[in-house]
């Protein structure tokens, strides 16, 4: 466990937390007037490894060896010179500071931190942190690398979860959910949709699916997966070659046949490790999921609540209504897809660079 202090008077600024992953849509920016939940859990933070917020420089300004050892490779619309390395972590965990009003940026409903930190130690007036809470944003505060430091207390950290005490949790994310909005007729307002964490999931998860194909038509598991990825392989992948094949492969589930090119594998939730297979596919591309995403796709079935009675089992369906569904087909998060590729080494491949061009002209709009 940690407690972040103020680096200028040594002030506790949060509650005591612990590390976990930063979740894929940490940088999500979903529809407009949106009113989206809080990013982190609270009692845990996560580190942030690229730079955010301004200063910022255009990409014609920006030496190409130098974007590459930024981990960047291939034209991005500009670059943060923001320090790196922000621990990101729930607004309700932050103690002992001020907003400062004259820092509330460009938002509309709330805060962006297009101005720089808006948050600043009571104790000793330093700013130490960015609140963001404006509408299409998750709620979080990003706690500045420089202006804060993070002090070990409590006794000898735990290890962390195994795979098979994660998977008999069953955190599934829900692939639908209501969305809440600003601006109704009525005042606040809402809609039944594919679930932003599954957009920004499927964002990150395309990209490696892009790169694991070498070009090739791609094949994933029918039901709900191909729901997800399908269209979008089809549409960006030419039809006319031989087929990769990807599979769902992680804890629990029977070893993939040697003949998977690709497997769609979970993420540790608390340490942001892949799921690794040993034997004979251990050649295979990986490509990353949530947890919580992957869970559910291996396992599409709702879950459906046992009566206070007890009367019926955990497994026996019942005649409630079925869920809403979205009025739309799924579609792939476009700013995570593009953040995630560009720092893939393989897109500085020509058919890969030129994929990529296209999608962010505009091509392929109803994927995306």
């Not at 909005?181 to 809402?190: A, E, N, S, V």
């Not at 392989?233 to 804890?251: F, H, I, N, S």
Request: proline share 12%; with cysteine; hydrophobic share 40%.
């Amino acid at each position: 466990m940690f407690v972040f202090v103020c680096a200028g008077c040594g002030a506790e600024l949060t509650i005591p937390m612990s590390q976990v992953a930063l979740p894929v849509h940490a940088r999500q920016k979903y529809g407009n007037g949106t009113q989206l939940p809080v990013l982190m859990a609270s009692g845990t933070f996560a580190v942030d490894p690229d730079p955010w917020g301004g200063p910022w420089r255009m990409w014609a300004d920006i030496d190409p060896d130098e974007a590459e050892a930024r981990g960047i490779y291939a034209p991005v619309r500009a670059l943060s010179d923001g320090t790196p390395g922000a621990s990101v972590i729930a607004p309700g965990d932050i103690r002992g500071t001020r907003l400062i009003p004259e820092k509330r940026g460009t938002a509309c409903c709330g805060l962006d931190g297009a101005d720089g930190p808006n948050m600043a130690c009571e104790a000793c007036d330093l700013p130490v942190a960015t609140r963001i809470d404006d509408c299409s944003l998750w709620q979080a505060v990003r706690l500045s690398p420089d202006a804060v430091h993070r002090v070990p207390v409590g006794g000898v950290p735990g290890a962390p979860l195994s795979w098979a005490e994660l998977v008999e949790a069953r955190e599934r994310t829900p692939p639908f959910e209501p969305i809440a909005m600003w601006g109704g007729r009525l005042g606040q307002d809402h809609y039944w949709s594919w679930s932003p964490r599954w957009e920004a999931a499927a964002g990150q998860a395309l990209a490696h699916l892009l790169v694991a194909s070498e070009g090739q038509p791609v094949r994933v598991p029918g039901g709900l997966t191909a729901d997800v990825f399908q269209r979008a392989l089809d549409a960006l992948l030419p039809g006319d070659a031989p087929q990769r094949r990807a599979v769902l492969a992680g804890p629990g589930r029977p070893a993939p046949a040697a003949g998977a090119d690709i497997l769609l594998v979970p993420v540790h939730p608390e340490t942001g490790q892949l799921w690794a297979p040993a034997g004979p596919v251990d050649s295979a591309h990986l490509v990353p999921l949530p947890l919580g995403v992957w869970l559910r796709l291996v396992d599409p079935r709702p879950y459906l609540p046992v009566p206070a009675s007890g009367r019926l089992p955990r497994d026996v369906l019942r005649d409630d209504p079925l869920p809403l569904l979205p009025g739309h087909s799924f579609r792939t998060d476009r700013n995570i897809f593009q953040h995630t590729l560009v720092r893939l080494p393989a897109v500085r491949q020509p058919w890969l660079r030129t994929l990529l061009e296209s999608v962010m002209q505009g091509n392929s709009p109803d994927v995306f």
